[in-house]
């Protein structure tokens, strides 16, 4: 099998909503009428961005769901993709599972592959997504106002938890394993809820480095700070039954510097809570709130009892040594 073989068997579909999609040269969108182009890349590397024994439908998932997490940030509602890779040789089992994955989380969310790149090299996955916001309704970083009160959606350390079992650093009881293992190779992009966010939340980012860190950079760019508190990781349900299962310690370590939790974390008006709540209700996500916006810069842990934490928790940063 060839290269454009291997693209017209796992990789193309009649165009959906756009007027051109894969063989040619450019695909060809046409955006709503008054709407703007929310648009953000991901790549994944082997070895980096996933273990090798991640199962290939698992990967396709994953591949296109940190992408997606990256609309839900901004409350953009997805609509294209493209799909560039580098694969060391035609494994066509690999393919198979790849494209199952994709295409499913894909149709999931209405989201269509309009191009892409393939060529031979180190394993390799690099999605560009395409999606549409009204003007001025855009999550961004920069908004937080002080005294806004801080969100998370879902519930966060899972994946780090799986990840330090595969490094053989943990052990936890099977079932909570294969819990997180899941919510590592197959994080749930929370698109509805960023949608759901749009005029409610004051700004928004996706938890991809770690609860800390992430919320780090709403900080800078808001010109804010924040009091973030850490009983909720005693008990909440920003804490899954795996979490629940460790040291108060490890738990910290993991909920608020993990990495790849992909959860939103979000910022908003204490006169939205309600609307906040009602929202995630709609989209069936869990919200938990953790802290509060300030005008004091920098960011101020409190521990159990309200005291200031000295601990630091640092993110994670693929160029730090
Ligand atoms: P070009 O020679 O113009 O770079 P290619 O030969 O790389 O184009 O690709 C041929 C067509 O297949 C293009 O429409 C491209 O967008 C599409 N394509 C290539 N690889 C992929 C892929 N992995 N997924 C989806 N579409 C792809
Ligand atoms: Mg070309």
Redesign the pocket.
Known sequence: MG??DL?SRY??RPPRHALLG????C?LLQPQPGMQWAVSSDMLVDGRHFLSTTPPARLGHKALAVNLSDLAACGAKPIAF????SLPQIDEAWLQGFSQGLWALADAHGCE?V????TQGPLNICITVFGEVPPGDALLRQHAQVGDDVYVSGTLGDARLALEVFRGTLTVEAEHFEAARARMEQPSPRVALGLALRGLANAAIDISDGLVGDLGHILQRSKVGAVLTTDWVADSAAISPAMQSLTMNRRLDFALAGGDDYELLFTAAPDQADGVQEAANDCGVPITCIGRITSTPGLQVLDMQGMAMSRRFASFDHFAR
């Not at 191009?115 to 393939?118: I, W």
């Open positions: 290269e454009f693209i990789f193309t894969v063989g040619d040269d695909a493209t799909l560039a890779l592959l191009g892409g790149d393939t």
